[in-house]
Every structure is written in structure tokens, then in C-alpha cells.
């Protein structure tokens, strides 16, 4: 009896998932030939159009454009799919990592996310209806977004011209999307994931690019954990399987406010075995250091490409650039930037910064206290004082 009890428990949870799974199901079409769009000696760039496998009620969003470029003189080579970040006004950095993957053998298709680009709706901005403080509507954006990842899969998978699927890479939201993507569909066995994250409910709740969002959610009764809950069917942990065979490699920000590092970090536990790289930096210090780390992604993709090991750097020497607001002693307001000079511990929550104000060159020793306000000592003008700096890190 208890073994049947068992048996019938088992087939309801698999029922359960399998119907939870069957929302990102896409059927099958016929497909357009893509459009050549330039030709040259390092490589072929298509465009392909196809209809969302999802209705959104707004015809250009329902319009999935992809960007195909192949390296020149290689027969068949694999592609990773790009997906770029919330509110891109362009693809200029996607196409700076297909370049790099081009350098190396493997194709690129970049995919322009819902409401991004090509597929704004008529009045609105680029992204600014993908991030709505309506749960549905963020559980709609999400699911279309991970059937389009689905559909693009599709076409490259029967393009003569394009060889296996090597996996997926993005950015921020991109690379929330591609997570939940890799989770879902067992054709993507290799993914990097810069500056992304888990556990929806939190980054809403936390980031601090949100906070509008966050404060209407709050207006119609939502907290943390009711968000959490409403958002679990887009969830990536939901989906994401210790078992699945796999190649992972996460991008992290130690200063990020944007997706607090906790989500990042909960991403990486979610991945056994996966390859990390932390910089010194906030959400977006990356731009920095961002041809290094493109490199670091098409390395990664070049080593899965040759079923080799892949090791990422210890580190990448990335500026922690400071800007905020500084109070020095006895009431004195000041606008600041600047960079740190040292951390004295592993978080650097404690440190030194050269910081320029409108009066003078600060050197600041602080320590963070809570949500960017950091207490310490400003020395300038050969004098010093103690005072209050909030600051975040770009």
C-alpha cells in the first residue's frame, strides 16, 4: 500500500512539472530563408525574421529577428546564440563577441529580446514594456522570451549552412533569460552567464534599477515573498536540474546592485562545477574591461567547441570606480568620484579611494555600513576628517 501510495505521488510530480514545462513547448513551423546582409573576407552576416511562438497581442513584438554571422572559410561551424541586456539601444557589444567567436571558428546569431529594438511597440522605448510591475505580464515576457530562444534554436538547427548549437550567452537580462533557456531545453549543453542571476522575486525586490517597479508592486500588496510565489513559474531553479549534463561559466560583479550578488551566487550553486570569474566592479564597471571579458566568453565557447578544459583567469584588473555623495565634518556637502586605490579585506568592504570633488582631491579610507554608506576619513589639503559617503559602484 505504501509503495503504491508511493508510485501515485511520483506520477502526480512528474504530471506537475511535465504540465509546468509545457508552457515553453513550441511547435514546429516552416521557415523563411534568411537575408544576406554583408559579405567580406572574415565572415558571411544573414538577418532571419519568423513569427513568436507566442502572441502578445503587439505585432511588432511578435516578430523574432535574428542576426547571423558566420566566420569565413568554415564549413558548417557551431553557433552560440547572443542574447543582449535590458533596454539595449543597440547590439554593438554582441556584435563585438560574435566578431571574437568569428575569430575563432564559431558562428554567432544574436536574438533581439521582446520589446527590445526591432520589436519596440510604436510609442515606447526600447525594453521599457519587458519590465512591468504586473506579474503576469512579467511571467508573459519571460515565456515568449524563452520560446523565441526556442524557435531561433530551431532555425539554426535546420540552416544547411550552420553547424551544431554550441550553446547560449547574455548579458543581465539576457543572461536570466538564457539561464532559464539552458534550464529548459537539453539542446543547449554550454552556456556563459555575465552579470546574471536567480530567484526572480529577490532581484525585483533588490535591484536598485527597479525601485519603481518595486514601489508599484508594493502599492498593490506585493512583498518579497509574494512576488517570489507569483513568479515561480519563470523561476529558473524551478527548472534547473543537478543532473543535467553541461559546461557553465558565470561572470559575477563583487559590487553589483543591479542583480545583487546573492542571486549571482545562488546561479553558480545552482551549477555544479561551473567556472566563475568575479571582477571588482558594480553592473556596469564591466565596460571597463569589456573587450577582456567578451575574449574570456568566446574562450570559453572555443574550449567547449574542442571538448577541451576550460580555465578561466584568477582575476581581471577591473577599476572600482566610486560616485556619490560626501559629508565631511563640520556640515560640508560635496559631489564625488573616483576609483579605489586598496581593499584592506577580501570583500572590500573596507578600502582607500582617490575621490574628485568640486572643492579638492579627497583621499578617503571607509568602510560600507549599509546600502552604499560607507563611514571614514577624508584627508585633503593636509588635513583630515571624519565623515559619511554614499556611493555606488558603477
Known amino acids: 500500500m505504501k509503495a503504491a501510495r508511493l508510485l501515485a505521488s511520483l506520477l ?5 512539472v511535465g504540465s509546468v514545462w509545457a508552457q515553453f ?3 514546429k513551423i516552416e521557415f523563411q530563408k534568411w537575408q544576406l546582409l554583408d559579405e567580406n573576407e572574415d565572415y ?3 538577418i532571419a525574421k519568423f513569427p513568436s511562438a507566442f502572441d502578445s497581442g503587439y505585432p511588432q513584438n511578435d516578430t523574432v529577428q535574428l542576426e547571423i554571422q558566420l566566420p569565413a572559410h568554415v564549413d558548417h561551424p557551431p553557433v552560440v546564440l547572443i542574447l543582449h541586456y535590458w533596454g539595449a ?20 546569431a544574436i536574438m533581439t529580446l521582446p520589446y527590445h529594438l526591432t520589436r519596440t511597440p510604436k510609442g515606447a522605448t526600447s525594453g521599457a514594456m ?5 506579474p503576469e505580464k512579467l511571467k508573459a515576457v519571460m515565456t515568449q522570451s524563452v520560446m523565441d530562444v526556442r524557435r531561433s534554436l530551431d532555425f539554426l538547427q535546420q540552416e544547411p549552412e550552420c553547424g551544431r548549437i554550441l550553446g547560449i550567452y547574455g548579458t543581465s537580462l539576457g543572461a536570466v533569460v538564457s539561464t532559464l533557456a539552458y534550464a529548459v531545453d537539453d539542446r543547449i549543453t554550454n552556456s556563459a552567464f555575465l552579470l546574471g542571476g536567480i530567484e526572480l522575486g529577490k532581484i525585483i525586490w533588490r535591484s536598485s534599477l527597479l525601485t519603481k517597479v518595486r514601489d508599484e508592486l508594493r502599492a498593490k500588496g506585493y512583498n518579497e515573498e509574494r512576488l517570489d510565489q ?7 531553479s524551478t527548472y534547473l536540474k543537478p543532473g543535467k549534463v553541461g559546461n557553465t561559466f558565470v561572470v559575477r560583479a563583487k559590487y553589483d546592485t543591479v542583480i545583487p550578488p546573492e542571486c549571482t551566487d545562488a546561479l553558480i550553486r545552482a551549477l555544479p562545477n561551473s567556472k566563475v570569474l568575479e571582477i571588482d566592479s558594480g553592473h556596469y564597471g564591466g565596460i571597463f574591461v569589456e573587450e577582456r571579458l567578451l575574449r574570456e566568453v568566446a574562450n570559453f565557447f572555443n574550449a567547449m567547441a574542442k571538448d577541451r578544459e576550460y580555465t ?12 556619490g555623495f560626501m559629508m565631511e565634518a563640520p556640515a560640508e556637502f560635496n559631489i ?7 581593499k584592506f579585506d577580501p570583500k572590500g568592504r573596507t578600502y582607500a579611494s582617490v575621490l574628485l570633488t568640486p572643492k579638492n582631491p579627497v583621499i578617503w579610507v571607509g568602510s560600507d555600513i549599509s546600502g552604499g554608506l560607507n563611514a571614514g576619513v577624508g584627508i585633503s589639503n593636509r588635513r583630515a576628517g571624519f565623515g559619511l559617503f554614499w556611493s555606488i559602484v558603477l
Open 12 to 16: 502526480i510530480l512528474f504530471a506537475c
Open 25 to 27: 513547448d513550441v511547435p
Open 44 to 46: 558571411s552576416q544573414y
Open 89 to 108: 539601444p543597440n547590439l554593438k557589444v554582441e556584435r563585438s563577441l560574435a566578431l571574437e567567436l568569428n575569430d575563432r571558428g564559431i558562428g554567432a
Open 130 to 134: 519587458a519590465i512591468q510591475s504586473d
Open 230 to 236: 507569483a513568479l515561480r513559474p519563470i523561476e529558473p
Open 312 to 323: 578561466p583567469p584568477l582575476s581581471i584588473v577591473t577599476p572600482t570606480v566610486r560616485v
Open 336 to 342: 564625488a568620484a573616483g576609483f579605489d586605490l586598496l
